[in-house]
């Protein structure tokens, strides 16, 4: 008989980065939340194998650089820049990038120059660094790791680029601000600087759970599930709200919606109302968990890799895969090696009909193999899970409806989600 335990695959986001890797002032309002819900306590700081991270091109890993101070890494690093043809580019568009920096930091802003009201993230990189090749092999990787999507179609900024690119358009404004619980906020900023990442033994479901206890609570919050919205009205300073059980509409002072903004234009009233909305794009990303009972099948640990849109041989439009087992945040599972392998993306625009769970596991597997060398074989537990119009992968859409008097969360049901993720409260107006 097999060894009886548990293991954790999880279908969306796992864990977020901590201060000593972002710098976002995000970062400050997420420990604002997790003091006031008093989950401070339950924060876990998983620590990979190793601080490697790869990108697959053309046919074999090539790890990134790190920021180890070390002879060995400073030696590994600069032999990689030598010899891997996908930093092809890159000392001139390193140079390229010194040299416009350097003209934001002009106090006048008279060294500012004219760019158009937004750009593709490949035309605002390639037009800073003069080449386009550093933008293919390397940046396309990681916007596939955080977007699934094309560097040609991305706005430079609406994505992680846009401190970047405010700072080539234009001085970015300074805030300032305090909060009853900045003294929690300080410490857990402060531990933080000590750690590079932030999750919960069960991933993210503890935040969520501690959003919803909290909500919960309230008197002036009510959940409504089920009850899919057909439409949206704004009448008379209100918004109407239909839903499929409502004999008639009901009024709001305000309403946020997190539906994808297509499917939004589908239901605000009157019809075609919201053009610009209903234009707007997605991609679709299947996440497919593998979980080996055999540990040692990974001879490179870390982070995982990302695969560039100009790797060659991509049949099945492979995003990237992470090395789940190298950062585990539940000390109890079982051993084994686990994978997730994302594919989609953008490979599959214009797409009518996807894989199924079987095929898109295949498809994994022959990613895996082919790059990590797995073989077919060796005994997989796995599963997959299809994310339809990934800007919704934040969790099952919903509509926060307020009044000055009360709260309500009506479910709009989107089918396929990727994950529950937490739920906003509305703030009503004073």
Known sequence: MGEKGHVLLQNGPRMLRSSRASIKYDDLVLYDVLASLDLDREIRHPEAVSDNRYLYYPDRLVKMPSAELSITNLVDSLRSFLTEPIWSGAFKAAYQFLVAYNMTL?????????????????????????????????????????????????????????????????????????????????????????????????????????????????????????????SLKHENGKILVTTNKAKQSTQYDHAICTLFSKHLAQIAEPRNSL????????????????????????????????????????????????????????DSEMPGTKLTVMLGGHHWDGWKHFPSE???????????????GISETEEVVAGAHLCRDWPSYRGRAQLHLGRRDTRHACGLRRGNACCAWPRAAVVPPP
Request: hydrophobic share 40%.
């Open 358 to 372: 079987k095929m898109g596991i295949n498809m994994a597997k022959d990613v895996v193999r082919r790059h990590l």
């Open 106 to 230: 002009d106090p006048t802003g008279t060294s500012y120059k004219e760019v158009p009201e937004d750009e593709s993230v490949a035309q605002f990189l390639t037009r800073t660094l003069q080449d386009d090749r550093v933008v293919k092999n390397i940046v396309s990787g990681m916007m596939h790791g955080i977007y699934g999507g094309d560097i040609n179609k991305l706005s430079a900024k609406h994505t992680i680029l846009d401190r970047l690119w405010y700072r080539f358009k234009k001085p970015f404004p300074a805030g300032r601000g305090q909060c009853p619980n900045r003294l929690k906020i300080i410490e857990m900023a402060e531990t933080a600087v000590d750690w590079k990442l932030l999750a919960f033994e069960d991933g993210l479901l503890t935040l969520v759970k501690g959003l919803a206890k909290d909500l919960r609570s309230r008197s002036n919050v009510t959940f409504k599930f089920n009850q899919p919205v057909t």
């Open 275 to 330: 053009p610009s909305l209903a234009e707007t794009h997605a991609v679709t990303i299947m996440v497919v968990n593998l979980w080996y009972p055999n540990p040692n099948l990974l001879t490179e640990g870390g982070f995982g890799y990302l695969i560039p849109s100009s790797t060659p041989d991509n049949h099945e439009g492979a995003l990237g895969v992470l090395f789940d087992s190298d950062l585990r945040t539940d």
